[in-house]
């Protein structure tokens, strides 16, 4: 998943919930950060962490858009 479509996902289902849309700023990155120079890859990270989610990541999203809504609102 990349960045943008997580941002994407988190302001349609913040739609769904509260029926407000998540604004999305885009800035353009440092000039100071390195870009990879190729896609790196997961599969020595799954291999040390051998973790696989439980909740779906759309499930996910609702649950932490309600946790932090309930924080701000008590």
């Known amino acids: 998943v990349t960045v943008k479509r997580l941002a994407d996902m988190v302001s ?6 509260f029926h407000k849309k998540a604004r999305i700023e885009y800035q353009p990155a440092p000039d100071r950060q390195p870009r990879p120079s190729r896609w790196l890859s997961n599969a020595r990270i799954r291999e040390i962490f051998p973790w696989f989610p439980s909740v ?3 499930e996910g999203i609702r649950e932490m858009l309600l946790y932090y809504n309930n924080l701000i609102h008590t």
């Not at 349609?12 to 919930?17: A, D």
């Open 12 to 17: 349609e289902e913040s739609y769904k919930l």
């Open 56 to 58: 779906p990541l759309r």
